[in-house]
């Protein structure tokens, strides 16, 4: 069983900066692909971006593109979200999850087998 622990939300203006963390406990920290998800009020949970387990894929939602960036640490079982730019659009609770191994389907909530329990991340304007 994996436990994540995400830390890094709060407030910030629009086009300032925060980096997200979610630190895995539990298990095999690099049998998992990674992944970043965010739900605001009202919608539906939204794909994010994703890595693979040793780093070396990386995908993200065209919304996010150039803005915000994935990465982990797998000596520290870390992983990132460094969020540049930041609209309020951009408001939600984000969410970190783990999906044993396989690389597909990286923005289908359904397919990930773990999930931490949320950080907000709130951009005024």
């Known amino acids: 069983q994996v436990q994540l622990v995400e830390s890094g939300g709060g407030l910030v203006q629009a086009g300032g900066s925060l980096r997200l963390s979610c630190a895995a406990s539990?298990?095999?920290?690099?049998?998992?692909?990674m992944a970043w998800f965010r739900q605001a009020p009202g919608k539906e949970r939204e794909f994010v971006a994703a890595?693979?387990?040793?780093?070396?894929?990386?995908y993200y939602a065209n919304s996010v593109k150039g803005r915000l960036t994935i990465s982990r640490d797998n000596a520290k079982n870390t992983v990132y979200l460094q969020m540049n730019s930041l609209k309020p659009e951009d408001t939600a609770v984000y969410y970190c999850?783990?999906?044993?191994?396989?690389?597909?389907?990286?923005?289908?909530?359904?397919?990930?087998?773990?999930w931490g329990q949320g950080t907000q991340v709130t951009v005024s304007s």
């Open positions: 890595i693979s387990w040793s780093g070396d894929s990386t």
């Open positions: 999850a783990a999906k044993v191994l396989r690389w597909d389907d990286m923005a289908v909530p359904s397919k990930y087998d773990y």
């Open positions: 539990g298990g095999t920290f690099t049998r998992y692909s």
